[in-house]
Each structure stands twice: as structure tokens, then as C-alpha cells.
């Protein structure tokens, strides 16, 4: 017989809604509520120019559950007290970090992730995302430049693709008991190799940081000889870290000879390319990442300049069968997989969810015109802020081909930068402003990074002066 299906229960009280979804109708008080809820999102989104990036500290609501559930008029009103104290990535003036405002599509495209809460561990648990999540790896492969067969996996941040790209490595290279080996990078790498290095047992010197050029840029002169060196002394390499684009100035590492030279000597080129990977969808851009395509891996954070929201980062590889390798223990309470093994066997984390969904939409809303747009854009808007604090004479500018940029008055030092940056930050915020103040070189700087869709020339130009008036303010010291 049949089974019938309960008749819908009436909620308690007609503004709460059931704890979880009828299963045999739509909702119409759980849609009543959802539509709430973008309701107070779009007004957050559409207020967000007319406050600051960085609201002061707000009010938080009372954490702990009562005993008695509540309805959604509490729990919406709640939800607001949280948003009013959030950093405002929609607001123009949100020019400080790499977290760009979130792009449209890619937050509808979360809220059904929330909603379909499939589990990317396993294809029985995400039938039709885990296929998505494999085919988008290996289209994004492609367009870097990697060869036929290329794959990967998503994972939630940069931090964690670099992570298994280097367990990944090592294990190819069949080093994984060699407490000696070690990673090389340039001293402008990321600090997330500091940690992939630590998680994996490894003493700090296993992390070999190479000196760079003036630009910022890896000197391959500097890595040949450290290979050449290493060679002789019989330490195995774990991996050659190639950055393209670094957190302070964008710099792009010169791929195409630390790619030669990995391949003489036979070692594993990982490109982290969690900032400057994406730009290879630039045709403007695309020659400045010659030697992409040659990585046995690539770090892409969509995340940073695309806007897809958080988290949203890929690891690529050439032959994506080496994640598998590494991370292959078995599911024996799974069903066995029925197109390329299951991608919580291809990687770090187990239960996983579908993060995909929301970089394939944004990047199907976009369309590829829009994804060099926005690229364009935002180097358009680093050449602009650039050349007017160059013309304004007396700052010391550090940048790259890519939309990021530091600076700070020439010759200002220490505890004076020090001071220097943290007045003019201030003196920024309070034209609704927000640039960072990181330490670069051993000296405070101010960052800013201009991949925000929102910020015009105006904007631009009210920087610069109060940049102008901080260089007129008596001694920095
Ligand atoms: C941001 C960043 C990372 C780490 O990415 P998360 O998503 O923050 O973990 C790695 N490398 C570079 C160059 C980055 O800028």
C-alpha cells in the first residue's frame, strides 16, 4: 500500500515555522521567512554605501538558546543585531583586504547549497554536485593552461589547497618519511606555507625562503643555485613554490624558467596562485602567467577578486590521480563510486559542502566577458591610484601587474611608520575609507587593494588627499 502522507501540521503560532521543511509540500511559512530574511540581506547590501566598511562596535544578541524555541520574528530580529556589526564589503570605500563585496549570483547560489545540504564526502551524498564539482575543476584546469586529463578538488580556502597540494607532493615524490625534505619558496610567500609545512611534522627550516627581487619577484638565479646546492647535499624537495600574485604588492613569481628548472632537476612546481591565478581569464593578463599551464599544481581562490562568497578555492592538478593517492583511505560505509572516485578520498576534508555550486553560477552569471571585466577593472583602478600618489611625489610605491598596492611616505621608518600609518588609517576611516596597514619589509605600510566593483575615481581621488594631508602633517616621527 501506498504510503500517505501526514496532513500538514499546523505551526504552533502562525509566525513560527516547522524546525524543518515539510517533506510533502512546500512551506509557505518557511518561504514567508526566507523572503524575510532576503529582505533584511538586500537592505544590508543596499545600505551599505551610506555607512562605513567598518562599523563600530554593535550590540551582539544573546548567544545561548533558550529553553523554549523561538519563532521567526525573534530570530529574524536577532539576525539583524549580528548584521549591523559586520564589515561591509559592498560599501565603495571597502579597499583594505582581498574580500570583495559578494557577487549576486553566487549568493543565491549559497542559499540553495544551504538548502540541498548534499555533503560532498561522498557521490551517494551529492549525486549531482559531486559530477559538477569534477567537470568545473577540470573546465578552470584548462583555462589555466594545464594539460588534457587536468582535475582537482575544491576546498574551503587557499590555506588548505596549498596544505594538500604540498601532502600531495610529497607523497608523488615518496618522501613522506623524510623528516629533511624541504619546501621553496620566496620570502613573500604566503604564510599559509608556514602552516602546510608545520601540520606536516616538519621542523621550521624545512621551509626555505629565497630571497626576491626589488619587485617582490622569486630570482631564479637565487632558486638555481639553492637547487644546485641541495642537489649536492642529497636533501630531497618536497616542491618549488612559485607565487603568482603575493598579499602585499601582487607580485607574479617568473613562472616559465622556475618551471625549467623544476623540470631539470625533476621536482614539483606548486603555483599559488590563490590572488593572480584568475587573471589568466584576462587576455590582457594572460602572457604575464606564461608557465601556468607547466605547475603539477595551481592554488585559485575565486573568493578574492571574483566575489564568489566564502569560501571558494580550487586545487588543480596536472594529473589529479595524485590526490586520490595521497588521500585514499577507503569509505567502506559508502557505495563505491561511480564516476571518478569520491572527493572525499581526492583531498583533506571529509564532509564537505557543495561550494561549487556557487563559483559555477557566479561564473555562469558573469559569463567570461565579465570575468575579464572585472580583472580589467580593477587593474584599471591600481593604475589610477597609483599614478595620482606618484604625481603627488614623496611616497615609496610598491605594486605589481595586478590590482594591489602599498605605500608609504619615503624614508619613514620604524615606530614612525608605525605611526604614520595607523593616524592615516584612521584619518581614511573616517571618509569611510578602509585600507590595511601591513607590515611589509620590516616597515608599516598602508594596503590597498582595488578590487572593489563599487569604488569610482572619486573615491580614488578623496584617498589620495587625505594621503596628501598626512605627508603635510608634521614629522611622522
Ligand atoms: C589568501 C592567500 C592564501 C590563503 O587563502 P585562504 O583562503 O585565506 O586560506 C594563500 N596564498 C596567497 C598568496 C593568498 O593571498
Same mark, same amino acid.
Given at each position: 500500500?501506498?504510503?500517505? +502522507? ?35 540581506? &538586500? ?11 567598518? +562599523? ?58 544551504? =538548502? ?18 569534477? #567537470?568545473?575543476? #577540470? ?7 594545464? +594539460? ?28 613522506? &618519511? !623524510? ?18 609545512? %608545520?601540520?606536516?611534522?616538519?621542523? +621550521? ?14 630570482? $631564479?638565479? #637565487? ?20 607565487? #603568482? ?5 601582487? @607580485? ?40 601556468? =599551464?607547466? %605547475? ?23 594529473? $589529479?590521480?595524485?590526490?586520490?593517492? %595521497? ?18 578520498? @581526492?583531498?583533506?576534508?571529509?564532509? !564537505? $559542502? ?43 610605491? &610598491? ?11 619615503? =624614508? ?14 584612521? %584619518? ?50
Amino acid at each position: 500500500m501506498a504510503s500517505v +502522507p501526514p496532513a500538514h501540521r499546523p505551526s504552533s503560532s502562525p509566525q513560527d515555522f516547522g524546525a524543518f521543511a515539510d517533506p510533502f509540500q512546500p512551506d509557505p511559512v518557511l518561504e514567508e521567512v526566507l523572503q524575510q530574511a532576503s529582505g533584511l540581506l &538586500c537592505r544590508w547590501l543596499g545600505q551599505a554605501g551610506h555607512g562605513t566598511p567598518l +562599523p563600530g562596535l554593535s550590540v551582539l544578541p544573546v548567544v545561548e538558546p533558550e529553553l523554549a524555541g523561538l519563532g521567526s520574528e525573534r530570530l529574524l530580529a536577532d539576525l539583524q543585531l549580528v548584521m549591523e556589526g559586520a564589515y561591509n564589503p559592498n560599501h565603495p570605500g571597502a579597499l583594505a583586504h582581498l574580500d570583495p563585496p559578494p557577487l549576486s549570483a553566487s549568493i543565491v547560489a549559497d542559499l540553495i547549497c544551504a =538548502g540541498l545540504n548534499n555533503n560532498l564526502l561522498a557521490e551517494e551524498l551529492s549525486p549531482s554536485l559531486s559530477r559538477l564539482e569534477r #567537470a568545473l575543476c #577540470a573546465w578552470m584546469a584548462g583555462r589555466l593552461g594545464l +594539460p588534457d586529463g587536468a582535475g582537482g578538488v575544491a576546498a574551503s580556502g587557499g590555506s588548505l589547497s596549498n596544505l594538500m597540494a604540498l601532502v600531495t607532493a610529497r607523497h608523488q615524490r615518496g618522501l613522506a &618519511c !623524510r623528516g629533511e625534505a624541504v619546501v621553496l619558496c620566496s620570502e613573500e610567500a604566503h604564510v599559509s606555507l608556514v602552516k602546510a609545512t %608545520a601540520v606536516m611534522g616538519l621542523p +621550521p627550516e624545512a621551509l626555505v625562503q629565497l630571497p626576491v627581487t626589488a619587485a617582490g619577484t622569486l630570482e $631564479p638565479q #637565487a632558486l638555481e643555485e639553492r637547487l644546485a646546492q641541495l642537489d649536492r647535499a642529497g636533501t630531497p624537495v618536497i616542491a618549488v613554490v612559485a607565487t #603568482a600574485g603575493t598579499t602585499v604588492r601582487g @607580485a607574479l613569481d617568473p613562472l616559465e624558467p622556475i618551471a625549467a628548472l623544476c623540470r631539470r632537476y625533476g621536482h614539483w612546481l606548486h603555483v599559488d596562485g590563490a590572488i593572480g591565478a584568475i587573471f589568466a581569464f584576462s587576455e590582457r593578463f594572460r602572457t604575464r602567467l606564461t608557465g601556468l =599551464g607547466l %605547475a603539477d599544481s595551481i592554488t585559485v581562490n575565486p573568493q578574492k577578486l571574483l566575489g564568489i562568497t566564502k569560501t571558494s578555492s580550487l586545487l588543480l592538478l596536472a594529473d $589529479p590521480r595524485h590526490l586520490q593517492r %595521497a588521500f585514499a583511505t577507503g569509505l567502506p560505509y559508502m557505495e563505491p563510486s561511480w564516476g571518478g572516485g569520491h572527493q572525499g578520498e @581526492a583531498g583533506l576534508q571529509g564532509t !564537505r $559542502p557543495g561550494e561549487i555550486l556557487k563559483l559555477w553560477l557566479g561564473l555562469r552569471q558573469l559569463g567570461l566577458d565579465g570575468v575579464a571585466a572585472l580583472i580589467d577593472a580593477a587593474v584599471q583602478r591600481r593604475t589610477d591610484l597609483e599614478q595620482r600618489l606618484r604625481a603627488m611625489g614623496g611616497l615609496s610605491l &610598491c605594486s605589481g601587474p595586478l590590482h594591489l598596492l602599498a605605500f608609504r611616505p619615503d =624614508g619613514c621608518e620604524g615606530t614612525a611608520a608605525e605611526r604614520w600609518s595607523a593616524a592615516t588609517r584612521a %584619518a581614511l576611516l573616517a571618509e569611510q575609507l578602509m585600507l590595511s596597514r601591513p607590515v611589509y619589509r620590516g616597515h608599516h605600510h598602508l594596503k590597498a587593494v582595488l578590487g572593489n566593483p563599487h569604488t569610482l575615481p572619486y573615491h580614488l581621488e578623496r584617498l589620495s588627499l587625505v594621503v596628501q594631508q598626512s605627508l603635510a602633517e608634521p614629522p611622522h616621527g
